[in-house]
């Protein structure tokens, strides 16, 4: 940092810095601010002094921005930002540090920082240990269910555009719109649609589109990606779906796929109104091949049945054009 002080002000602003600097606890207090941000209780046990002691040098400190402090809960914590300092602060500062690395109180110090860190290190270590069997249910207590899921979302490119086929009231289309470019949705069911249209009313870079899977409302090579999720097993022709899914996607987009695997519940498949009990994966590759989705760049695995989920059990399946 450039200093800003007038050329009249300067042999204040020097004799200022060396008196606080004139001290050892503040000396103390700045190397080890240094290399951590610590609160008052966690100077006061590594220099073994009193709560007061250790706040009277804080407060000259801080009062002449060698160090900088905030509020976390009820702990005020502070830290020196070395690049933060005047020039000639910083220079002063390089010179005092230097002449004090051979203090035995500092290698003191040392000790006693590093015995404390490893012990905060070691409380959540302990935590850790005694709650790995709950920390599953603990943890979606204490933060819900979907920050895991955004965290994962946020790792796509945000220039991509997506195509969700077969969207339905757009419930996957609102989780991931706030992540990426674009996301066209698509389905043949007004009342879907309608749906849809409500829930992301809100949402800038939503396209709702109503055409069938066989003949896709979208030009050629235009999606990064594309879904389909508990779709396939609603058209008559899936095959030419996947042909349809392949066309829209640029080279090297991505097909991903969510739907039931094979099952005899005949009345489930009556109720839901779908064409077909499912795909095998032997099948589905073969579909997949055919639709122009080199074989090697194929997956398809079973997704665990969720403990609650009364359907038949699903597959997820990937692709890359």
């Avoid at 402090?69 to 602060?89: K, P, S, V, W």
């Avoid at 005694?130 to 943890?139: C, H, P, Y």
């Avoid at 994962?152 to 945000?158: E, I, R």
């Avoid at 122009?292 to 079973?302: E, H, N, V, Y």
């Amino acid at each position: 940092m450039i200093s800003s002080t007038p050329a009249h002000q300067q042999p204040q602003r020097l004799l200022a810095w060396m008196e606080s600097l004139a001290d050892p606890t503040r000396l103390r207090l700045l190397r080890l601010l240094e290399r951590h941000e610590l609160g008052v209780a966690d100077l006061c046990d590594v220099l073994q002094m009193p709560q007061s002691t250790v706040s009277r040098h804080l407060k000259v400190l801080a009062d002449q921005k060698w160090v900088r402090g905030r509020r976390q809960g009820t702990n005020h914590l502070y830290r020196t930002i070395l690049d933060e300092l005047e020039a000639g602060a910083r220079r002063l500062w390089l010179l005092a540090r230097e002449q004090t690395d051979a203090w035995p109180a500092v290698k003191q110090d040392r000790l006693r920082l590093d015995r404390l860190l490893a012990q905060k290190q070691g409380d959540g270590q302990a935590f850790f240990a005694g709650a790995a069997g709950e920390w599953d249910r603990l943890r979606g207590e204490l933060y819900g269910r979907h920050f895991s899921d955004a965290a994962m979302l946020a790792l796509l490119p945000t220039g991509t555009i997506v195509a969700d086929l077969g969207c339905g009231t757009g419930q996957v289309i609102a989780t991931l719109a706030p992540f990426v470019k674009q996301v066209i949705g698509v389905d043949n069911s007004p009342p879907m649609l309608k749906a849809a249209r409500k829930r992301l009313a809100n949402k800038k870079n939503v396209d709702l589109r109503k055409g069938d899977l066989a003949a896709i409302p979208i030009d050629d090579g235009t999606c990064d990606a594309a879904l389909l999720i508990l779709a396939l097993t609603y058209v008559a022709d899936p095959a030419a779906v996947l042909s349809e899914m392949s066309r829209v996607l640029k080279p090297g987009g991505r097909a991903v796929l969510v739907d039931l695997l094979p099952h005899d519940r005949e009345e489930f498949r009556r109720q839901l109104g779908q064409t077909r009990l499912g795909f095998d994966a032997k099948e589905l590759e073969q579909l997949l091949v055919h639709a122009g989705f080199p074989a090697p760049q194929i997956q398809i695995r079973p997704l665990p049945p969720e403990p609650n989920a009364k359907g038949p059990a699903l597959f997820l399946a990937t692709a890359v054009r």
